[in-house]
């Protein structure tokens, strides 16, 4: 069974602090997924890592993935307010038919 | 409009009462989802169907069921709502066609309240 998951749950970063969120899977897999969700709002994707070391960035976020150790980063460089939200990961195997399992999410507070 | 419309946007009923929460999009996918989101829990797949002659159980499907009509409509149904069911539902398609990924696009939710 896949298990996805994440930490830390809870997020309290400065403003202009860098900070990375974690995110594990139990199976072998080389596909992983970043959504963010806004406080009241709906889940959009923000980056899909489809293979080992496989690096994406947009902005003061950039996601990693190392399929060896089963283990992705979401690493926030220099935050600002804006980027306060909840971010999941999540993962499905590489045969690509299975639904996707999400982690619990990261809650990030970014404050003044 | 929306690419997945969800149906009611917010619900509030009685134990042992029928709800249907409807799904319907307009981006042709084949693949649509119902997950369940509960504060500290994240999002747990409750049914998901690959094509329309296609139903599968997700991690929590006791207590649903789920109808794919169409194509573009994939409606979720709690036969007995319990307060246990108070939750935030999100529908949502893929289509890992492509570049293969199965990027989900989610419906904008349908919280639903049980007394």
């Known amino acids: 069974e896949l298990k996805v998951e994440q930490n830390p749950l809870f997020l309290s970063m400065q403003e202009g602090k860098n900070y990375t969120i974690y995110c594990n899977y139990s199976t072998t897999s080389d596909r992983l997924y970043w959504y963010r969700q806004d406080p009241g709002k709906s889940l959009e994707s923000l980056f899909v890592?489809?293979?080992?070391?496989a690096v994406k960035q947009e902005g003061r976020l950039m996601a990693s993935l190392d399929t060896k150790a089963r283990l992705s980063t979401l690493h926030i460089t220099a935050a600002v307010h804006d980027l306060s939200a909840t971010y999941f990961c999540?993962?499905?195997?590489?045969?690509?038919?299975?639904?996707?399992?999400f982690g619990k999410g990261t809650r990030l507070s970014v404050i003044a | 409009d929306a690419d997945v419309t969800q149906t009611p946007r917010n619900r509030i009923t009685k134990t042992g009462k029928r709800i249907m929460l409807e799904c319907s999009q307009t981006k042709g996918h084949d693949r649509m989802y119902w997950y369940r989101q509960d504060p500290g829990l994240g999002l747990r797949l409750i049914y998901y169907s690959f094509d329309v002659k296609d139903i599968n159980k997700g991690e929590i499907s006791d207590g649903y069921s789920v109808s794919r009509q169409a194509q573009a409509k994939f409606s979720l149904s709690l036969e007995s709502a319990i307060p246990n069911q108070t939750a935030l539902y999100f529908c949502?398609?893929?289509?890992?066609?492509?570049?293969?990924?199965?990027?989900?696009?989610f419906g904008a939710g349908s919280r639903l309240t049980v007394l």
């Open positions: 949502a398609t893929s289509d890992p066609t492509g570049y293969g990924a199965n990027v989900l696009t």
């Open positions: 999540a993962v499905d195997l590489s045969s690509g038919n299975t639904p996707l399992v």
């Open positions: 890592l489809l293979s080992n070391g």
